[in-house]
């Protein structure tokens, strides 16, 4: 097709590159067919003004085209020259670009204009204006060469992004009122939309509003995840309760990414380690795959900066397909390369309880790790020019792993710098100390991942070598610290801190840590000498005395007459002088640690957290490197989590405040302190509460098909199933207040318990057998309290399946009160306690994550409070472990309650039998449900009490969102870049 055909622009008919002066256009493609030839005619009738300079804009789609749909009147605005920078998109033009996109760029087959392909050809739309910002963004940042920010992250729990997006992009009328014109409507296109199951709880949806901030603060910044085919799993609640099948997310494709075929770096695992001629350690052989990038424009609000989510998909080369085998009717043989390379990127959080478990879950963080700092290299090399200044890399380059999942990040940098680079080691050391940093999201033990030496030298043969090294230097850093005068505590120091778990001391410290000789044998004629009981992995014993000196033994063949007596008596002393078998511990690497040692900044995600991590997790590091720690209390973005799944909320907060924006500056929300008490305010208030409550009372129906009051209080605790997090408690709860409620006549009831749906959601991890057990008991308890006549609307219990980001954005604005109830000092922090706050609910917890700080800023009267406190646990599970403690009648009798088959046949022993006992594995209440029943129970009632005052509950409410202004993630963005990465907000001209 020849270029002349083209009137009123200069665009190629290879539709490759289109030229314009401003970030976003909408153009209205008209076709008809003369004499076979397919003739275009456009008009750019729309154009948002952001700018005077040009931009390039690559075409990322390249799909054929097709005939224009007939069945779709569009309105035609006037005026079609002049300077497009005075154009703003209008429901005309958004309309036609969605009309070119569902014919240009189709998904579905050309009959109709359904609510899918809708949904498709809108993104298709708004995915232009933001490559085309995405590209002014990236070029800026190559001209510019500032220093980048990369934020890796196993999870990036995004939620649906199209109302966000054009939320962002200060589109959302104009959208609603072209899919009118298309007959459409644009919440009804919006949930065509699946959640991007690329995460699973708080730490994938901390790094989502991470991006949106880091975006809308206009920092130069990325994100690097992993391109999941099946994500977790999707929850289905059957008569078994939880039971997991594959995502699909990715089944009707993703009109969001952009893959980048041109963007691929070589992995490799297995293979073995040969020193060349130049003295350089060469990795050569085992399996080699492919990592492929992903991108996903991460729009900001308000401002043209459109940063990027790049994530990684695994393949081989053609090249490894065996196609002689298959020929030969071998076709798994010829597929073996494939599927090994695909499967690295099916799921998230592969189950390892398996030696092949084990190996994919360090695949998919090796996989992380090396195609993004391959690529982060390679764009450092590209704006260094010809001219490269490896010392300048720390100072152009933030590497944040976002939990332990991308600490091989430290090996691998260094890795690449010193085989392929040609640095030494020293260099290589301390530019990587300099780029990386490391935040720490949990306090659980479980949680500090280690990995079997074993596993990780066979995989990563050339990254052990490399962490050998890092132990030796910090066991050298170590002793230069703290002398050898004291060898005992050197050795606790040593054995806490180091990399390498269970292994030998070096050589070099034999001097200062002696050994004992040890004794294979004792003469029974020589004196007795001391022997050393040797433990596993070279550690000292005790010692102990073979023999008494006064007492020798006499000859044994001398005191037995009897052949056959002594015979037996031999072969019982062979016996008795068999050794005990002495169990060897495995060798692991504390990847943990690995961090603290390999970063330049540690930091925890909540003030208490961060006081743990330094006191605890890791006060041997503290103590010795202080200045490597921080607090970066967790944030939320109050985009999505306010203005984009509140509105009504949102119109009332900028209608008293006076100004929207508090969407950007969140301390503004402190304004609404002034009208806590005003009771227009309240009405208005109460009545957007209630809204939403309508709501999620139709979902809840469509989900569950239990049908609930809205004038009932919203009583919400959804989260990651896990014991930690109690939601056992909460349900132990439920059950005292039904029983309590079934002792009482109907006119006893009503007037004591408020009335409640108490709504459950979150997953339980595959083969986390007692989270799956709680799970099944909530929807067992559920099943019987909404089928008792008796109770009615007065008490329902619900448990929501597969909740995600777009259930959170439905429940959340109708939440009235929110459950934050974990084991004090073991939540990092919590994110959904930061939304519930921001959204006017008001929350019941303990003094845990950031529930202190919540509570600081909301005000201790608009808490509901109770529980053990951080410092109290160690000492409870001690008198516990005593037999000290002595629980509540109260939780006996609900215990019992539950035992009687109130709930169903199922047989809750062991879930009961977690609480029980007082030491044991599964037993002892370790997360403490018994020792905090008593004082949750007694709160409820507190709760009800201050629910039944509704003037005084609106208040509470006014000032949960009032006080949630600290908790914005632009606030944590700021201190990230001002204290860890060192960079600086660079804004587009």
């Known amino acids: 097709m020849a270029s002349s055909m083209y009137s ?251 893959v980048r075929n041109d963007v691929s770096y070589p992995i490799k695992f297995y293979g073995k380690l040969v020193t060349g001629s130049d003295g350089k350690r060469h990795w050569i052989g085992g399996e080699d795959i492919k990592a492929v990038a992903y991108d996903v424009p991460i729009p900001g609000y308000k401002t043209r900066t459109t940063i990027n989510l790049r994530l990684w998909s695994t393949k081989v080369s053609s090249e490894d397909f065996d196609l002689n085998a298959f020929n030969a009717g071998e076709h798994t043989k010829a597929c073996e390369d494939q599927e090994n390379a695909a499967k690295i990127c099916f799921v998230l959080y592969p189950g390892d309880e398996s030696l092949e478990g084990k190996t994919l879950r360090l695949k998919q963080q090796y996989t992380l790790c090396s195609a993004s700092l391959q690529d982060i290299i390679t764009r450092f090399e590209k704006r260094s020019g010809s001219c490269v200044n490896w010392e300048e890399f720390p100072s152009k380059v933030a590497v944040q792993m976002n939990d332990t999942h991308p600490t091989l990040c430290i090996p691998e940098l260094i890795r690449i710098l010193v085989d392929l680079k040609g640095l030494s080691w020293k260099e290589a050391w301390e530019i990587t100390k300099r780029t990386v940093a490391y935040t720490n999201h949990t306090v659980l033990p479980e949680a500090l991942e280690k990995w079997s030496f074993e596993l990780m030298e066979k995989l990563l043969p050339r990254h052990v070598e490399i962490i050998e090294m890092i132990d030796e230097e910090l066991i050298q850093n170590i002793v230069s610290e703290y002398g050898t005068s004291d060898p005992d505590m050197l050795k606790k120091k040593l054995n806490a801190m180091r990399i390498l778990e269970n292994f030998d001391l070096p050589a070099s410290l034999d001097d200062i840590f002696v050994k004992p000789k040890e004794i294979s044998a004792v003469d029974l004629n020589e004196e007795p000498k001391e022997s050393t009981v040797v433990g596993s992995g070279g550690t000292e014993g005790s010692s102990v005395m073979d023999l008494d000196k006064e007492n020798k033994v006499p000859d044994a063949t001398a005191l037995i007459d009897d052949e056959d ?202 083969t986390y057998v007692q989270a799956k057990r709680i799970v099944k008991f909530i929807t067992d308890v559920g099943a019987t309290i909404n089928h008792d006549p008796e109770i009615g609307d007065l008490l329902k219990v619900i448990f929501v399946p597969d909740y995600n980001v777009s259930v959170a954005e439905l429940l959340i604005p109708s939440s009235e009160l929110s459950q934050h109830i974990s084991t004090a000092g073991m939540e990092a922090s919590g994110t ?57 009648v109260r939780f006996e009798e609900v215990k019992e309650y539950v035992k009687s088959g109130i709930f169903g046949s199922n047989s809750y022993d062991e879930l009961l039998g977690s609480l029980e006992g007082n030491e044991g594995f599964g037993r002892a209440d370790y997360f403490l449900v018994g020792k905090d029943f008593p004082s949750y129970i007694e709160c409820q009632e507190k709760v009800d009490k201050a629910y039944q005052d509704q003037k005084k509950w609106t208040s509470m409410s006014i000032l949960n969102t009032a006080g949630s202004y600290k908790f914005s993630s632009d606030r944590t963005i700021h201190e990230y870049a001002r204290e860890i990465w060192n960079i600086k907000p660079l804004e587009l001209p």
């Not at 401003?22 to 030839?37: E, G, L």
């Not at 006017?840 to 053990?868: H, M, P, S, Y």
Request: glycine share 8%.
């Open 8 to 258: 009123a622009t200069s665009i190629k008919p290879e539709n490759k590159l289109l030229h314009c002066n401003s970030a976003s256009r909408f153009i209205d493609f008209r076709c008809r067919y003369t004499k076979s030839k397919l003739f275009f005619f456009t008009r750019i009738s729309d154009c948002r003004r952001f700018s005077k300079r040009g931009c390039v804009v690559k075409n990322v789609s390249g799909e054929s085209s097709a005939p224009v749909l007939k069945d779709l009147v569009v309105e035609q605005g006037s005026g079609d020259s002049g300077d497009l920078s005075t154009f703003t998109p209008d429901a005309a033009s958004i309309a036609s670009n969605i009309k070119h996109h569902a014919q240009f760029t189709p998904s579905f087959s050309p009959e109709g204009f359904e609510a899918p392909k809708a949904y498709f050809a809108t993104a298709q739309s708004v995915r232009d204006s933001l490559i085309i910002n995405w590209n002014a963004t990236y070029d800026f940042y190559e001209k510019m060469n500032v220093k980048q920010a990369y934020y890796l992250s196993m999870e990036f729990l995004q939620g649906r992004a199209l109302l966000n997006a054009i939320g962002n992009l200060e589109l959302t009328g104009a959208y609603g009122e072209a899919l009118t014109k298309l007959g459409h409507n644009l919440e009804n296109v919006a949930q065509q939309e699946s959640d991007a199951a690329l995460g699973n709880g708080g730490l994938g949806r901390l790094a989502s509003c991470f991006l949106d901030s880091l975006a809308t603060l206009n920092y130069p910044a990325w994100g690097y995840g992993l391109r999941y085919k099946y994500g977790l799993f999707k929850q289905l609640i059957t008569k078994d309760g939880q039971e997991e099948v594959a995502e699909n997310w990715l089944e009707m494709g993703n009109p969001w990414e952009i």
């Open 832 to 888: 959904s306690n930061m939304k519930f706050a921001m959204n006017g609910c008001i929350l019941i917890g303990t003094l845990d994550g950031a529930n202190v700080e919540i509570r600081e800023e909301v005000g201790e009267d608009n808490f509901f409070l109770f529980g053990a406190q951080a410092h109290e646990i160690m000492g409870l599970r001690e008198e516990r472990a005593e037999g000290k403690f002595v629980p509540d």
């Open 565 to 766: 007596e002594l015979e037996e008596r031999d072969s019982q002393e062979e016996k008795e002088s068999d050794p005990e078998p002495v169990l060897i511990p495995q060798k692991m690497v504390r990847m943990a640690n690995l961090c603290v040692v390999g970063g330049h900044a540690v930091n925890g995600v909540a003030e208490i957290h961060s006081e743990i991590v330094k006191e605890d997790v890791f006060n041997d590091f503290y103590k010795l490197w202080p200045e490597k720690f921080q607090n970066k209390t967790n944030g939320v973005t109050p985009r999505r989590w306010i203005r984009f799944c509140n509105p009504n909320l949102s119109d009332i907060i900028t209608k008293w405040i006076g100004t929207e924006d508090w969407v950007l500056n969140t301390e503004k929300l402190a304004k609404l302190r002034e009208f806590a008490h005003n009771e227009d305010l309240h009405t208005e208030w109460r009545a957007s509460k209630r809204s939403n409550k309508v709501k999620v009372a139709k979902f809840l129906k469509e989900k569950t098909g239990y049908i609930v009051s809205p004038d009932a209080m919203f009583d919400i605790q959804v989260k990651r199933i896990h014991e930690y997090k109690r939601q056992l408690l909460n349900i132990l709860g439920i059950v005292y207040r039904y029983k309590k409620m079934k002792e009482m006549t109907a006119s006893e009831r009503e007037e004591k318990f408020v009335p409640r749906v108490c709504i459950f959601g979150g997953k339980a991890f595959a």
